[in-house]
């Protein structure tokens, strides 16, 4: 791929990632989709599903596909900030300090379990996945490109956890419910295990490419309508009395830009409001908080949504 890429590229090579992870994941279309949306957005990902359906096997999946370096780390209450990001270790035969990298030196980390390790290792995820940096010991070092981080939480079993707070639950571009496959999928499931259908997964892209699809997708166009009806979206959230936290600017320009990601996969050159409208649930919905009351009253953040996008029209 050229160092600019032209969307048809980019609609060519997203396709090849969907169908190889596809191969593996069976039964998770939409969410094959946001992976690739949030990779070329340069966005970060939290899953949340019971144990067992495959949170981590699909990360894995996904960054084999790729050609990326992959990293795993695995939360719990007793790592430290340093066991994350690195630090600098004395060399008693140089007599100098020597700068250990930590996993988040990579393409795609895998953050398993976040919600089991103190806010103070939590946090040392926060300048990656913002800035693309870690800062050690006053120096500043830049991760590899792309980069991206997957985390996981488990709904059930929350004794001993520490939730995320919501500044960093908003860091996450998308949060993504990893539900139960159905009957069809479960049995799909079965019959390639049977069959060992698990096999290696073939490499369709190199981390350069995907730089070269990041830069093609950044040029594709908004119209200011589309632009207002983002905006009207996120306003309305604030105006909505249900709700204790409402969406924020972050959330705005997380629709912008994932919205031109899902036009550039489909091959389109431009953004229509109907990206919007499929995006708005995964980039909305751990953004907004309930007013207690309204929780109390069976209310929940899809009604909101769903509302939202019911009420607001392009104008």
């Known amino acids: ?30 969410l094959i989709n946001y992976l690739i949306i949030s990779l070329l957005s340069e966005g970060n990902i939290l899953m949340e599903g019971f144990p067992g359906v495959a949170k981590t096997t699909i990360a894995k999946t996904f960054a084999s596909a790729l050609g990326c370096d992959f990293k795993r780390i695995q939360f719990t209450p007793d790592i430290m900030p340093a066991d994350i990001t690195g630090t600098f270790i004395y060399n008693q035969k140089t007599g100098g300090f020597e700068l250990r990298r930590g996993p988040v030196f990579t393409n795609i980390v895998l953050a398993d379990e976040i919600n089991r390790t103190s806010p103070k290792s939590q946090s040392a995820l926060l300048e990656c996945m913002e800035e693309r940096q870690v800062t050690l010991e006053g120096t500043t070092l830049k991760v ?49 295990k049977d069959k060992e259908i698990f096999s290696e997964i073939k490499k369709v892209t190199t981390p350069e490419q995907i730089m070269d699809m990041v830069t093609a997708v ?15 979206l996120v306003i309305r959230t604030r105006k909505n009395r249900d709700l204790l936290i409402a969406a924020s600017p972050r959330a705005s320009v997380a629709l912008l830009n994932t919205s031109k990601s899902f036009a550039a996969i489909q091959g389109r050159s431009y953004v229509i409001p109907d990206d919007v409208k499929y995006l708005a649930y995964a980039a909305l919905k751990h953004r907004l908080v309930l007013a207690p009351e309204s929780e109390f009253s069976g209310l929940t953040v899809d009604d909101i949504i769903q509302d939202v996008l019911n009420n607001v029209e392009v104008m």
């Open 144 to 192: 590899p490109r792309p980069f991206m981080v997957i985390a996981t939480q488990n709904p059930i079993d929350l004794e001993g956890t520490y939730p995320l707070p919501e500044a960093q639950i908003d860091r996450f571009l998308f949060k993504l419910d990893v539900e139960y496959p159905g009957e069809e999928e479960e049995l799909g499931i079965l019959i390639s």
């Open 218 to 232: 950044k040029k594709v166009y908004v119209d200011e309508k589309v632009m207002r009806y983002i905006r009207d």
């Open 1 to 30: 791929m050229r160092a600019e890429a032209k969307l048809s590229e980019v609609q060519h090579t997203a396709e090849a990632i969907f169908n190889e992870v596809n191969k593996i994941i069976i039964g998770k279309k939409d």
